[in-house]
Every structure is written in C-alpha cells, then in structure tokens.
C-alpha cells in the first residue's frame, strides 16, 4: 500500500526564541498509508492536536517535513496550503464547525463552492452525501434545528465533499452522548471500509480498542504504536 | 435581523451621499447650461449699464440711460448698432411660478433678438409702426392659453398677441416683449435700462469697449468676454461649494459601509474561520466581502440616484424652471461609480483583514 501521507522530523514550537518558548512536538515520525484508520491519543497537551493541525495544513512545522501524496507541503504559501486543504483534506471537528446561516444541504456545497465547481454538480454531489449520512430528510434544516450527532454527520458530509485523500477528525463524539459517539464512529468505520483514509484524534476509549493503529503521545514525542 | 437592520441603515446612509451628490451636481450643471444659453444671447455685445447699477449679471437694475447718451454711442466710432431696452417683472401671483418679464424693446431691432436664438414660432415679430401689439414667450402663452389675435393686459392697457417666440429654454420663454415707446409710455418711464453695443469689427470688441470706458465715465461696458470670466468664477464656485457638500455627505456613507463590514466580519469570524479550514484561499474571502460591500453600496448608489433624480427634479418643478437642474448622463454615470467606489473603498480593509484571519484561531472564537 502506498504512503499518503509521511511526517519526517517534525518538530512544533511556539514562541521560538522568546522567554516563553514551548516546544509542543519533538521530532515526529510517521508514514499513514492509503486505506488506514489511525488514532492519536495521549493526555491533554501532549501535542495531538497540534499534530493533528499540521497534517492538516492549518498549520506549519518550525522543523522537518511534511509530505501528502509524495508532495512536500512544508514550505507552501498560505494560498497553496489552502488549496490543499480544499482538494485532498477533509476536517471533522469536535465543536462540529457548520455555518449557523447555512442549511445543512449548503454547509456540505460550501467545500465545493470554494473550489468554484459549478453549482448543479455541488447540488447533487452535496445531496447524495447526505443521503450516504442517512440525512436525506434533513437536508433543508439549519444546524440549530439538528442534534448533535445529525450535525456531525452533516460534518462528515462536508469532509467528504471534494473527495479528499485523507479525513482528520479532532475528537469527533467529544460533544456527543454515548449512543450517538457510536453511530458517529460506526459511520467512519464503514467509510473506512469503503477506502477512505482516517486519522483520528480521541479520548474516546470505545473507539481507541475498535481501531488497529494507535499512536500515543506525550510530551510531543510518540511514545507507542507507531 | 439585527444584520439586515445595519445593512438597511449603511443603504441609507449611500443614498444620502450620492443624492447629494445628484441634486446638487444637477443644480450647477442646470446653472451652466442656462448660463450658456445667456452667454449665446450676450456674444458679441457689449452691455451697457449706468455706473452704480446692480450690473449685468444681476439684471442691469437701477441702470439708467438717457436718450441723449443712447445718441452719443451711436455717434461713436467703431459702433455698428445700438439697441436699447428697458425691463419690468410682473405681478406676482402666489402658484403660478416666477412672474413674466415685460422687456420693451424697438421694433426695428427685433432682427438682433432673432439673430440670437430668438425665433418667432407662430405669427410675425413686432414690426416698425407697431404700438399696442405684442410678442409673447412660449410658455407665458401656455401658462395663460393665449394665441395669436388675443388680447393681454399690461398696466391697464391692453394689447394684441402677434407673435408667440419659439421655445428657448431660458427666461424669454415667460417673457413679454413691447415695441419701447409704448412700454415706456405705459410705464411712465423716461429713460431706457440699458442697452446692446454691437461692433463694427467683432475682432475689436475689447478695444471699442476700452475706448468707450475711457470717453463715458458715467457707465460701465462689459464684453461678453468679461461676463464669461465672471460667470465662470462663479461657476466654479458653485461646483466647488457643490462637490465639496457632496462628497462630504458620500464620504460619511462610505464610512458607514467600512462600519458595517468590520462589524459583519466580527460578527462572521467563526464562519470566515470555517470556510478557509476547509480550503477558501485568501483572494476567495476578500472577493466574497468586496463584493458583499460594494453591492450594498450600488443599491444605495441606485437609490440615491433616483432620490436625487427626483429632488432635482421637483426643484425644478416647485420653481416652475425658474431654477434649472439637470441630471445629465455623466453625473448618473459619475454618480453610481462613486457609490461603487465607497463599496470598494470602505470594504477594503475588513475585507483584507478579514482574508488574513487564522482558521486555528478563528474556529476557537465564540
């Protein structure tokens, strides 16, 4: 299987060179191969978030580098991390993340809309996740007429919209009861089946023991699984 | 609701500006093209007016010109004609617009009146032996449904309709023309008002005008040159005066736009945060508040234009074209870019700022 994504000495820091300097992660490590479901765990501040945002490209290592499909994205502008975001990441967030003002149909166009495709394919790609998140019914709802677990599948929808190489999910039933944390993850667990790639950050100790690769960390190092 | 309250209120506020901005433009610009009509009707004269006289541009009043001095310019060498004439207003009659103008002027001058724009539309002109005869303005015969062979009343002496002036746009369209003796007979007048100096050699006007001033210390001669150079002055003024009020009420609707997108930003930051987390580039988030800006603005733009069309327009109306003002294709063009270019302007930089936003940071603010 082949490497989508592949971290080679990532180090994080924050404030470099000021008196409050943070190291937040030391030399990281990691190849995620097409098809895995990954998850990062660790206590609170051992970096994993961080970790998380940098495969993301919402933010920048101060060392080593970051491939995503055997490009180097660790020096790229703004704009073009953007676009990278856009084509090949898809993001699941804890607070679910949707626009209030838009209906859950537009929330899942939104990802489409910015990469200008036109608006009829956005209306029919963004209907048919929908309907793979079982919400077909709801697509005309705005997020406060929805409960949590329907806006996280609306969050997963939108993460799926441009086809992404690979989803990062940052504590994805964090905010969710016990029953509705398990259809969320089932959801992910029969995307994953269908060949999509996931890293997932959690505390969620269900989910932890269903998935094969677990990585932990602390204090900005890996400490297990890798 | 709290939105679309503010942006209802930052419309208004461009409406305000460029309504200003249109009334007032129309004004000047309606001031110019009846300055220009008058400058056609005055080339190549000189105007003559008594020294202490209100002076042409106010309408030569108080002026006096004795029959004996009319005599020594027309002795005077370099002068081709002169032609006297003296000026009433009427009644005024509360709702009926401006009051007409009674002008007496001699009927064997009436060529030098047509030569200058003012041809007769129906009938004849006033011709030499005429007394109690008539030409009136185009809307004067309007205003008070009068044809050729009616008979109208001036100072309890009745006259016949001639002649009706075609439509000129300017003041002679509510005026009352009489051959000058009777007209000063009837007023009880002595002497003429002032008078036009024509030149032998158009060329030479300023020369002839000089001479004039140099042997006449009793009145003052002004070329159509000198007129222009004052209106002119005056002119510019007014487009200063105008523009400066204008712009400074847009300028304040711009600044109500910048308001109100800095606040839209503010409020939007989570959402601004979300969308470039999931892939809008910079040049994205900056076109989408741009365009957000500037269209509020070109609706105020378009709002303004048609209150200002309309306050324009019933300036003219209220006065009954006394005051003139027009809305001129450049001025509605002029007008809505400048509303475009507040949008631009004032969404600039929450635009710019809101493009430059952290997605980390954004999605965390509540």
Redesign the interface.
């Known amino acids: 299987m082949n490497e989508i994504i592949k971290l080679e000495n990532i180090e994080k820091v924050y404030n470099l060179g000021k008196h409050n300097e943070l190291k937040v992660l030391d030399d990281i490590n990691l190849k995620i191969k097409k098809g895995e479901m990954v998850t990062l765990f660790g206590p609170s501040g051992s970096g994993k978030s961080t970790l998380l945002?940098i495969i993301g490209c919402?933010?920048r290592p101060t060392k080593g580098k970051l491939y995503i499909d055997g490009e180097d994205v660790s020096k790229l502008s703004?704009?073009k991390l953007?676009?990278?975001?856009?084509?090949r990441?898809g993001?699941i967030?804890q607070?679910f993340?949707?626009?209030?003002?838009f209906t859950a149909l537009e929330n899942v166009e939104?990802?489409m809309k910015?990469?200008n495709i036109n608006k009829n394919k956005c209306r029919k790609r963004a209907e048919e996740l929908l309907k793979l998140v079982n919400l077909s019914e709801r697509m005309d709802h705005f997020p406060n007429e929805l409960s949590g677990g329907e806006m996280q599948r609306v969050a997963i929808a939108?993460a799926l919209a441009?086809e992404p190489t690979v989803i990062l999910a940052d504590e994805p039933t964090g905010n969710l009861d016990s029953k509705n944390g398990k259809e969320i993850f089932d959801l992910m667990c029969k995307l994953n089946s269908k060949g999509y790639t996931f890293v997932i950050v959690t505390h969620d100790s269900n989910i932890a023991k269903c998935v094969k690769r677990k990585i932990s960390l602390k204090d900005g190092k890996i400490v297990g699984g890798n | 609701m709290r939105q679309r309250t503010r942006t209802l209120l930052t419309i208004i506020g461009i409406l305000i500006g460029i309504a200003a901005v249109i009334a007032l433009g129309s004004i000047s610009e309606g001031m110019k093209s009846m300055m220009n009509e008058e400058m056609q009707f005055l080339g190549g004269t000189i105007m003559v007016t008594s020294t202490g006289s209100s002076g042409i541009l106010m309408g030569g009043g108080g002026s006096e010109i004795l029959k004996y001095d009319l005599a020594n310019f027309e002795d005077f060498s370099g002068v081709k004609q002169v032609v006297p004439y003296v000026m009433k207003m009427g009644e005024i009659r509360i709702g009926q617009g401006p009051p007409e103008e009674i002008i007496g002027i001699r009927p064997d001058d009436i060529d030098f009146f047509k030569s200058r724009g003012t041809d007769i539309d129906s009938g004849r002109g006033v011709e030499s032996g005429d007394t109690y005869q008539t030409l009136i303005g185009y809307q004067y015969a309007e205003n008070n449904d009068l044809g050729i062979g009616d008979t109208i009343e001036v100072k309890r002496s009745s006259f016949e309709v001639v002649g009706i002036i075609e439509k000129t746009d300017s003041n002679i369209d509510n005026a009352i023309i009489l051959p000058l003796d009777t007209m000063m007979d009837v007023y009880n007048m002595e002497n003429y008002q002032s008078a036009f100096i024509i030149p032998e050699d158009l060329s030479r006007i300023q020369d002839l005008a000089d001479n004039l001033k140099d042997s006449f210390d009793d009145f003052e001669f002004t070329t159509s040159n000198d007129i222009v150079k004052q209106m002119s002055r005056i002119m510019d003024m007014i487009s200063i005066f105008t523009l400066g009020i204008s712009s400074i009420a847009a300028i304040v609707g711009g600044l109500g736009v910048m308001n109100t997108m800095i606040m839209s930003v503010l409020e939007r930051k989570?959402?601004i945060g979300?969308?470039?987390?999931?892939?809008?580039?910079?040049?994205?988030i900056l076109t989408q508040i741009l365009l957000e800006s500037v269209i509020i603005s070109f609706i105020g733009g378009i709002l303004g234009l048609l209150v200002g069309g309309v306050g324009s327009y019933s300036l003219r109306f209220i006065s009954s074209g006394l005051a003139d003002a027009k809305v001129t294709i450049n001025l509605a063009v002029g007008g809505l870019s400048f509303a475009v270019l507040l949008g631009f302007v004032g969404g600039f930089y929450p635009a710019w700022s809101a493009s430059k936003l952290d997605?980390?940071e954004a999605?965390r603010f509540e």
């Open positions: 945002h919402l933010d703004d704009d953007a676009l990278i975001r856009r084509n990441i993001f967030f607070q993340n949707l626009i209030n003002i939104m990802p910015v990469a939108r441009n | 989570r959402e979300i969308m470039k987390a999931v892939g809008a580039t910079k040049k994205y997605p980390i999605i």
